[in-house]
């Protein structure tokens, strides 16, 4: 249970932090930090169980027919990024509180960075591929709140918009391929998943599964070619970036690779996709990073690099090269962290990133500069320091590699060369910045930050030392418990230490330091060089890209929705009759063997009064209260066919429907003409006659075809089971509250939706509202008769106690939430129709709005409870009791989920129905609380 705590309490952190907008920022940041240190706390607490080697599971029933859990782990990489993710997300919250300025809401900030760090627990956590890819699509959501946090600015939104894009888009890739590999497996249950690694890799969609899967990864990571979204993302205040692009969000495409590796590597395909994009990216993001003069430019493109260089470490065939990859993801999540930090501090203080007018910070701010040259030495792997230990086990790894055959020699001499180019855009860092003369045109005059907003990057900087100079003590036993999840077997035989002896890897860590600084010193020239190159905006050229997309979506759309409801009933019956129609030519017989039922006087009555009203609604479709008046017969029709075979549930639902339809609809067409013009010629009716009887025979040949074939029902499975199971002889009911109260829930939740969108698009819209019938009569000076009102008044009693009559037999006998809710709703409505809005508002004060949101609240936490007593989502508990002066009786917890049902029907009805009485003009107070 403390395992669900974890990510349960960063959200508790991100809603009691958007409720502290009017408090001190020193209240804020103090509250905000509480969430963040008892989950690190609880964290704290299982390590030592997950570093002895076993894995902690926390698994919540939900629905379980679909193999869909609430369903948590934690091992040794999942620990890993918790305390990456919990750790520097503290040192982020307290680095932001001198960060931000006066104007910014920290508040939101805080909000933001917190639900952000939910969903990159709840990525590391989860032991649902499906609750997983929930959890990752919410970090680009929260990422692209906190890149566009300062919303004003151009390229804030930008780079949102274009974030959001690139990993979105890699989003629906990654839930693909967890649907194929699920697939595969038969689970959506990660540990299944990773234990089926000869099942997954022998199957032949393997390949499309690792693909999609790659695809996620990598936009989220951002490899090469999908990179270009990450420096722009750059417009997100210091802190975000320091949060979301050093240890977190572009790490989740690398924990993906890194959670799946024992299920999808070791194949051939896996090293060349892995291995050659992380090899492309490490050199391009290194060649880039030389030229920027935006500190935080420099530092996103060095990010892509790194990024790169774990992604080929983990795209290299030996299992030494992912304990690399892990070692160098602990590595970079600190000294980038600590970079990005004194990057905002520099440019808090002076008010600039541009590299050209930082020079000499060294004289002004000399403790940042300081800490800032020991990170962006461990950057360029220097040793002592712990950038140096993991590139030097980097070096080694590239030198065993088989991945490219023959050619494999170019992987060690292409990762040199990388390393010369991170010591070189390193040199630049520290040189260009804290000294190379003095400071130009700065917009202040620089000073030390407060002593608090030094605080995270020490924390941050001294890790880098302890790191680099004891990493047998420090990290040893969180590297092997991670190493050791990711290789899913026991770990290969290393040591962390300084001094290896004089051996190949140092020779290129000493080839790498020293040709760093030959290029860094000779920079002009590249210089030159790199300006001679066609410029390429990537910024512009996704803007180009997505432009043309929306002008041909635009296209397409206006070819296809030119407004004719004729031409789309016209595409959507034809397609019906192509893949209905179709299989029918390819039966031998239509009839099957079972014999068809008498037809008795009554049935051949009901059926011919339902066609003679359908038939009438065509017929008189252009007189709109006609035809109205005719489709309700249709209803009525449908209603007394219920009743016939035995089916009193769904009759009164569709009478109580066809009621509360009727009336919307007569309120909806006072607003229209009462005819509707002649439009169609004589070959569209034509037209239409012909695809309107086919469809007719296609689906009167389905329908004969099924009557007369033998049919298993699952019926006998819900008669069999409604009372034993769900506490109710009304099977009906039960199906809804119980077998099916997940799709109910769903249902009502739609229509709390629909009727909230009818409102909103109904409130203050300018509409004519008519004085005259279809006859040209006015209306009658008396809205709101005596006699109406009269009558309406004495039956609301009668018609509340009816409902509530049937609302509570509902479980046992046919009735319900849903048939109670269109009653008590239809009673209501008979109060508006007699006496107006005005009248009913000053007498029933009411907000549909949160009469809608109790309903759906209570059936959401109704079926919720069952997880307290170790159930499935929504699985009804019943028993019996003897109460005083009733006698004996059966309770069942699905009344209360019916009373959720019973709300939202109320709500909604009467929101949409009040919305349109209201623009009916039968109130003067515009000040409806509907």
């Not at 009743?643 to 009727?662: I, M, Y």
Request: charged content about 10%; glycine content about 8%; some cysteine.
């Amino acid at each position: 249970m403390t395992l669900l705590w974890i990510p349960l309490l960063s959200l508790i952190g991100s809603v009691i932090s958007s409720c502290t907008a009017k408090l001190s920022r020193n209240a804020t940041a103090t509250l905000t930090l509480i969430a963040p240190l008892i989950a690190l706390a609880i964290t704290a607490y299982h390590a030592p169980a997950v570093l002895a080697g076993e894995t902690l599971r926390y698994t919540v029933t939900w629905v379980p027919a679909i193999g869909l859990d609430l369903s948590f782990r934690l091992d040794g990489l999942s620990l890993l990024f918790m305390f990456m993710i919990l750790g520097i997300g503290t040192l982020v919250i307290l680095y932001a509180r001198f960060y931000v300025s006066a104007q910014d809401s920290i508040a939101k900030l805080y909000s933001y960075l917190m639900l952000f760090m939910t969903a990159m627990l709840g990525i590391v956590m989860s032991n649902n591929v499906i609750q997983l890819w929930l959890f990752w699509e919410l970090t680009s959501i929260s990422s692209f709140l906190l890149i566009s946090f300062w919303w004003h600015k151009s390229e804030a939104r930008r780079g949102a918009k274009m974030a959001l894009t690139v990993t979105g888009a890699g989003g629906l890739a990654l839930l693909a391929g967890l649907m194929i590999i699920a697939n595969i497996v038969g689970s959506y249950d990660l540990d299944t998943i990773l234990a089926s690694k000869e099942l997954i890799q022998s199957d032949a969609l393997y390949e499309v599964a690792l693909v999609l899967v790659l695809l996620g990864a990598f936009t989220k990571s951002a490899q090469f070619p999908f990179h270009f979204w990450l420096p722009h993302a750059m417009a997100a205040p210091t802190p975000v970036s320091a949060y979301l692009h050093s240890a977190t969000m572009v790490k989740a495409g690398i924990f993906l690779l890194a959670r799946f590796y024992p299920a999808l590597a070791g194949t051939d395909i896996w090293f060349i996709l892995v291995g050659l994009t992380g090899l492309a990216t490490l050199l391009f993001g290194a060649y880039v990073a030389l030229f920027k003069h935006d500190l935080k430019g420099l530092l996103a493109y060095s990010t892509i690099s790194h990024l790169g260089l774990i992604t080929l470490l983990l795209g290299l065939d030996t299992d030494l090269a992912a304990v690399a990859a892990i070692f160098h993801i602990i590595n970079h999540a600190t000294f980038k962290a600590s970079l990005f930090m004194a990057t905002g501090i520099i440019d808090h203080e002076t008010g600039t990133r541009d590299m050209r007018k930082l020079n000499g910070m060294w004289r002004y701010l000399p403790y940042t500069a300081t800490l800032a040259m020991v990170a962006a030495a461990a950057m360029a792997g220097v040793p002592l320091l712990n950038g140096f230990l993991s590139k030097e086990m980097f070096f080694t790894e590239t030198l065993s590699s088989e991945v490219l055959g023959s050619m494999s020699w170019l992987i060690p001499v292409l990762a040199t060369i990388a390393g010369a180019l991170s010591v070189a855009y390193s040199a630049r860092f520290i040189h260009d910045v804290f000294f190379n003369g003095d400071p130009i045109d700065l917009p202040r005059t620089p000073h030390e930050a407060p002593r608090f907003m030094r605080v995270p990057i020490e924390v941050l900087v001294v890790l880098c030392i302890l790191v680099g100079i004891f990493p047998h003590f420090v990290v040893n036993g969180i590297l092997s418990a991670a190493s050791m999840a990711v290789l899913g077997k026991d770990l290969p035989e290393y040591h962390l230490s300084i001094w290896h002896g004089f051996n190949l890897p140092l020779l290129m860590s000493a080839i790498a330091v020293v040709g760093g600084v030959f290029i860094y010193m000779n920079r002009k020239y590249l210089f030159k060089f790199q300006a001679s190159l066609p410029p390429l905006n990537a910024k512009k050229l996704f803007e180009r890209v997505v432009y043309r997309l929306v002008q041909w979506s635009q296209v397409n759309i206006s070819n296809i929705e030119n407004g004719s409801l004729q031409r789309y009933i016209v595409v959507l019956l034809v397609v019906v009759l192509l893949c209905a129609g179709w299989p029918l030519f390819e039966m031998q017989k239509l009839a099957g063997s079972a014999p068809l039922a008498p037809i008795d006087i009554h049935n051949a009555i009901g059926a011919g009064l339902l066609i003679i009203g359908a038939i009438a609604t065509v017929i008189w479709h252009r007189s709109r209260m006609v035809s109205l008046l005719m489709l309700s017969i249709v209803g009525l029709m449908v209603s007394v066919a219920f009743t016939r075979f035995s089916a009193p549930d769904l009759a009164l639902t569709q009478l109580t429907v066809e009621v509360a339809t009727v009336i919307l609809l007569m309120l909806a067409l006072y607003f229209l003409p009462q005819h509707t013009p002649k439009e169609s010629s004589s070959l569209r009716v034509l037209r239409d006659l012909s695809i309107a009887s086919t469809v007719g025979v296609v689906v009167a040949s389905i329908c004969y075809a099924l009557l007369t074939r033998p049919l298993e029902s699952i019926s006998e499975f819900f008669i069999a089971n409604a009372k034993t199971g769900g506490g109710g002889t009304n099977v009906v009911n039960v199906i809804l509250v119980d077998f099916r109260g997940f799709d109910t829930l769903g249902e009502i939740t739609v229509l709390g939706i629909a009727a909230l969108g009818i409102y909103k698009v109904l409130s203050n819209i300018p509409i004519f509202s008519p004085t005259k019938d279809g006859e040209g009569r006015e209306w009658a000076k008396d809205k709101h008769p005596v006699l109406l009102a009269s009558i309406s008044q004495s039956l609301l009693p009668l018609a509340l106690l009816v409902s509530a009559y049937i609302f509570l037999r509902g479980h046992n006998l046919p009735g319900g939430g849903f048939i109670a809710g269109l009653v008590t709703s239809i009673a209501f409505i008979l109060q508006y129709m007699a006496h107006g809005t005005t009248w009913i508002n000053e007498r029933f004060d009411v907000n549909y709005r949160k009469i809608i949101a109790s309903g759906i609240g209570i059936a959401l936490f109704t079926g919720m409870g069952s997880w307290l007593f170790d159930r499935p989502f929504l699985t009804t508990w019943f028993d019996y009791f003897a109460i005083p002066l009733i006698g004996k009786t059966e309770l069942a917890s699905a009344i209360v989920f019916d009373l959720g049902v019973y709300l939202t029907v109320v709500g909604a009805t009467l929101m949409i129905l009040a919305s349109l009485g209201n623009m009916s003009g039968t109130t003067v107070s515009k000040e409806v609380k509907i």
